[in-house]
């Protein structure tokens, strides 16, 4: 299915996004992707969305797939949420809105809700970062495998070099389809080669690269970030929690460790054979979770 793309000049950023809208919307759904995706990576589920009665929005992040770079130079979470409060809110004219997101998109879509608790009436998450709890995650396996950990602490603390060894549409090709592949992000066997090649294209320019990297950097530089987020416990928004298992990134315990979070959730539902890209990977339970919770409200 092939989307049509939209512009809007947000925060003084080009936002790409598609914007599908249903005969009879009910909602509408925000769709927020992670690191290293693009909107594509919802490109299995808009369509079925729509025709169950959503109105569905998903937008590239700034420095992402279509959309434009930021001339402020701020990648981080805060300008990401700011970014899609103004697209949805502002732009588009939704007074409301119900967010879906994992991977970085996880962490954007959780600071709006706690931004806008009146607005944001319902959230779906899907293997994504979460804010830590000692107390309340006690015994529970919080962090990934070490090994798995050296993307992250090279993105976020040696960036310019890494882009510097990527000097080819070849190399970044390369680096960016090991996430698909050989990383165990994904169940083995969901991504074949085509699907690869067009999940990596938006990433072969490299000033996107780059850009993309930066939020990594707000982790470990204070000055990289435009303010320090909210990111913490949400006792007001209901969330469905999904979590596909075969990720090898995210937290071994990651739907316990969400219960913690949100203390008004649906689920976790764990999905077998499934990894780190569930709206790839599992698109139909996706779908039937996603619409069923929504229907809820």
């Not at 914007?19 to 909107?39: M, Y």
């Not at 402020?72 to 967010?99: M, P």
């Not at 998450?125 to 990934?144: C, V």
């Amino acid at each position: 299915m092939t989307f049509i793309t939209h512009h809007a000049l947000v925060n003084n950023v080009d936002i790409a996004f598609w914007h599908e809208r249903s005969a009879a919307p009910k909602k509408v759904l925000v769709c927020v992707h992670g690191w290293p995706e693009s909107k594509r990576i919802f490109s299995r589920v808009v369509e079925p969305l729509r025709d169950a009665g959503f109105d569905v929005v998903v937008p590239d992040l700034r420095g992402f797939g279509e959309s434009g770079l930021a001339p402020d130079g701020f990648y981080d979470v805060v300008s990401h949420a700011r970014d899609i409060e103004a697209l949805v809110f502002d732009h588009l004219g939704y007074e409301s809105a119900i967010l879906v997101g994992g991977d970085l998109g996880g962490p954007v879509i959780q600071e709006m809700a706690l931004r806008n608790p009146t607005r944001v009436e319902r959230m779906v998450l899907f293997n994504s970062p979460l804010p830590m709890d000692k107390e309340r995650m006690a015994g529970m396996q919080t962090r990934p495998p070490v090994e798995v950990m050296d993307y992250f602490i090279r993105q976020g603390t040696d960036a310019d070099a890494l882009v510097a060894e990527l000097n080819t549409d070849e190399k970044r090709a390369e680096y960016i389809a090991e996430f698909y592949s050989t990383r165990l992000w994904a169940h083995p066997g969901a991504f074949n080669a085509d699907d690869i090649a067009w999940h990596v294209e938006p990433f072969l320019d490299a000033l996107k690269l780059r850009a993309s990297f930066a939020n990594y950097e707000s982790a470990f530089d204070a000055t990289k970030r435009t303010e320090k987020p909210l990111y913490g416990r949400n006792s007001v928004t209901q969330t469905l929690i999904l979590f596909g298992t075969s990720d090898h990134v995210i937290y071994p315990d990651f739907d316990l460790m969400a219960a913690t979070v949100f203390d008004v959730h649906d689920g976790p539902i764990r999905i077998e054979n499934c990894g780190h890209f569930v709206p790839w990977e599992a698109a139909e339970e996706f779908i039937f979770r996603t619409v069923e919770f929504c229907r809820e409200g």
